[in-house]
């Protein structure tokens, strides 16, 4: 490069170490409240680069001073955090667990993860009464025979419940939780919302019995039951308060919170940390006090739960623009006058509550802004060059920019205990990535698409080019695009303690994963960009994962769940050969032969705006191999041809080998086809049963002929009809 187009790219660049410091200052300010920079160590962080070398350990606050040391470091300086919300063996369609020994009829459980934890949903069955929820009331329906089923108790709620469950003469329902008149009786408004759960005595259906109310601060999150005990969870954000400032849980009218010693974290730099608030309670025995733990993990969360362990896992993220003001940082400082260095240790001295890291952060940015601008044109060039160079380095130590956190907690019969943590390499899309076989997790992640400016000097082999072009290339790095690198897809078996012991990684390279599912030694896997790869994935040996076979099929499958040990169904989107999506299609994948696996039958429905809620929601997924059952819940709304509109459920006719639509079960009133009405099915014996917000349809599942409609609050009786496809 001669010399003087050399020098006119080095003046361009000479203020360009301000755009940067100016753009920093603006980031750290926009995230201010949810992001943190700081050195880490040992200890709860509220700051800090996340380091996935790290070797952490839980532990627990030790007093009620280290506990709000860490809200105030995270809550910003009004003291209040952010809240957020929150997201195994195959399962068939059969009993609960609790009532398995009772069972006397044929009928249906919810749609689990894992035939032996129940999940909590809004509909229940024990083969003789329905329990669910409409609005803010609670109903219990004899339901068997058919043409007997009536509403026999109702229950009107302070709020709308969002779940239940049933174990033997107990049920519990709970929800969010808004009665300020409760609030004020009991003297504690909760700023992070509050979930009340309600036990009832049910051995008499038609006057059931209150026997326990409970509120717990905090969000609804996830519910899992196993044997007797119910494993509740909600998550609070960071909030500094002097009286009760850990997690409220309220008895009746009296309330407590969770000992500051039942508290953990993990040395770690929290980014935007929320509370997961575990509760205990022994459903068969309400008169037993609940068992809490609370643990700091970050927002947006997922839980998987097997037999003996809860999984919360969430995704940190390594961000080059918070790499680029340490290192400006920290290249700085000591160049700094003595009276800005004095400034400099005045604000990160200032208490927490005061100014967050956050704010902190912007405030030096600012300071070393204004000393960089008395430098000269050399100076800057030589300041930018080093950053650059440093920067470069630092993004060599990371491979991937982000990484899934796994928290263990292991439970039993009530006791709650931490017990590992861990991480692997990118993101999950739901609970379905994950899955428990003995002493190991098995987990299939995707790592995203990575831009970076720099990643062109990282890829170039310096001894190809002159010290001078080297130099010019550093100080013109940020004129280089943003290089991508494709997104991948990767399997990874932990051991007991959550050490990574076998991967299989780089698969489908370009596309993201749309859903896996494990049964026993073998994965299914689907990705999507334009086309549908069904990975078959052998899991047999933890340490050696291979890929056994593939299909590339247009579409892709949202839900996969297996038909039997060969048999595979996937439920999802019909796509064209460039990817454009079309509509709802349901998949049978033999896999006998693993190595060329095969779509076997097909529905796709004509209409392209066709949509089910069972895509993203498995509960809302019911299959019988013995009855030869699907049922999902299906809508189409289309405005330009309101002909081919509908809103119910669609019935198919399945069997190892072919997918017959029997028909749509109609729960529209003739204008609502604008979102899915259906909520939930559920069949007892030969009746189906299919659930909307205002109406209960039983029907034959054989002919899907009209046996009784039972209308719930809040809806009039719609037209029925079976609309044939």
């Known amino acids: ?24 200052i603006a980031l750290v300010l926009f995230l201010s409240g949810c992001k943190a920079t700081a050195p880490q160590g040992t200890g709860p962080q509220t700051s800090g680069i996340f380091d996935p070398k790290q070797e952490i350990t839980a532990t627990n606050f030790k007093s009620v001073d280290e506990f709000t040391s860490f809200v105030k470091g995270v809550s910003g300086s ?102 300020l008149d409760f609030f004020k009786k009991v003297d504690f408004v909760p700023r992070q919302g509050m979930t009340f759960f309600n036990i009832y005595d049910i051995s008499d259906k ?55 010693s039942d508290i953990y974290y993990y040395p770690i730099p929290y980014q935007n940390p929320q509370f997961a608030n575990i509760h205990a309670i022994r459903l068969t025995a309400p008169e037993e006090k609940v068992n809490s733990k609370s643990f700091a993990v970050e927002g947006s969360q997922n839980m998987y739960m097997s037999e003996k362990n809860i999984y919360i896992t969430y995704t940190e993220y390594i961000n080059e623009w918070e790499l680029r003001n340490k290192v400006t940082i920290d290249l700085m400082i000591s ?9 400099v240790e005045k604000i990160r001295n200032t208490d927490n509550d005061v100014l967050s890291h956050q704010e902190k952060e912007s405030k030096i940015l600012q300071v070393i802004q204004s000393y960089i601008s008395y430098l000269s044109t050399d100076e800057q060039e030589n300041l930018q060059d080093e950053i650059e160079k440093q920067l470069l380095e630092k993004l060599k130590e990371y491979e991937y920019m982000e990484f899934t956190v796994i928290n263990k907690i292991a439970v039993d019969n009530g006791n709650i205990e931490i017990k590992a943590n861990g991480e692997v390499p990118g993101h999950i899309i739901n609970q379905f990535s994950l899955d428990e076989k003995g002493d190991f997790l098995r987990i299939a992640t995707t790592v995203s698409q990575r831009w970076s400016s720099i990643v062109q000097l990282m890829t170039e082999p310096a001894e190809q080019i002159s010290t001078e072009q080297s130099t010019a290339k550093v100080s013109v790095i940020s004129e280089i695009l943003p290089q991508r690198t494709e997104s991948t897809n990767n399997v990874f078996a932990l051991d007991n303690d959550l050490k990574i012991i076998g991967s299989l990684k ?23 960009r334009q086309v549908d790869p069904f990975f078959v994935i052998d899991l047999s040996d933890p340490a050696n994962i291979k890929e056994l076979g593939k299909l590339k099929i247009p579409g892709f499958s949202r839900y996969l769940h297996p038909y039997d040990e060969n048999t595979i169904i996937g439920i999802g989107r019909e796509a064209t050969e460039t990817g454009r999506t079309q509509g709802l299609k349901i998949s049978l994948f033999d896999v006998s032969d693993v190595g060329n696996p095969k779509e076997i039958a ?114 009039k009786d719609g037209p029925y009809t079976i609309i044939e496809k």
């Open 1 to 24: 490069m001669p010399y003087c187009v050399f020098r006119g790219k080095m003046k361009q660049k000479t203020n360009l170490i301000f755009a940067a410091l100016i753009i920093s």
């Open 78 to 179: 009004y003291g209040y955090g952010s809240i957020g919300r929150a997201v195994m063996e195959t399962t068939v369609v059969g009993a609960t667990v609790a009532q398995a020994s009772e069972k006397a009829v044929d009928y249906s459980q919810t749609n689990n993860q894992i035939a032996s934890v129940d999940e909590a949903d809004i509909i229940k069955t024990d083969g003789k009464h329905i329990y669910t929820t409409s609005g803010n009331v609670l109903y219990i329906i004899k339901a068997y025979p058919g043409e007997d089923a009536k509403i026999v108790s109702s229950i009107k709620l302070d709020s709308s419940p969002t779940g239940l469950f049933i174990n033997g003469n107990y049920l519990a329902v709970f929800g969010d939780y808004y009665n």
């Open 206 to 260: 038609e006057s059931p019995k209150l026997v326990k109310e409970y509120k717990f601060e905090g969000r609804y999150f996830q519910a899992r039951m196993t044997g007797e005990y119910v494993y509740f969870v909600t998550t609070t954000g960071p909030e500094f308060r002097i009286l009760m400032p850990t997690p409220v849980i309220i008895e009746g009218a009296a309330k407590r919170s969770i000992p500051v």
């Open 335 to 343: 160049k700094l006058t003595d009276a800005d260095k004095a400034l």
């Open 506 to 528: 780089g698969l489908a390279e370009g596309e993201q994963i749309y859903s896996t599912r494990f049964i026993g030694d073998r994965l299914y896997m689907v990705t999507f």
């Open 602 to 715: 097909k529905f796709a429905t004509k209409e392209q705006y066709a949509s089910s809620t069972a895509e993203f929601e498995h509960k809302a997924f019911l299959f019988s191999r013995e009855k030869e059952l699907l049922a999902i819940p299906a809508y189409n709304y289309d405005f330009r041809d309101s002909g081919n509109n509908y809103n119910g459920a669609m019935v198919f006719k399945i069997t190892k080998d072919s997918i017959e639509l029997r028909g749509i079960i109609d729960h529209s009133t003739g204008q609502q086809y604008y979102g899915p009405l259906v909520e939930r099915s559920l069949y007892i014996e030969e009746l189906l049963y299919t659930k909307s917000s205002g109406l209960l349809r039983i029907n034959k599942i054989e002919d899907l002929g009209k046996v009784k409609n039972i209308e719930l609050s809040g809806s």
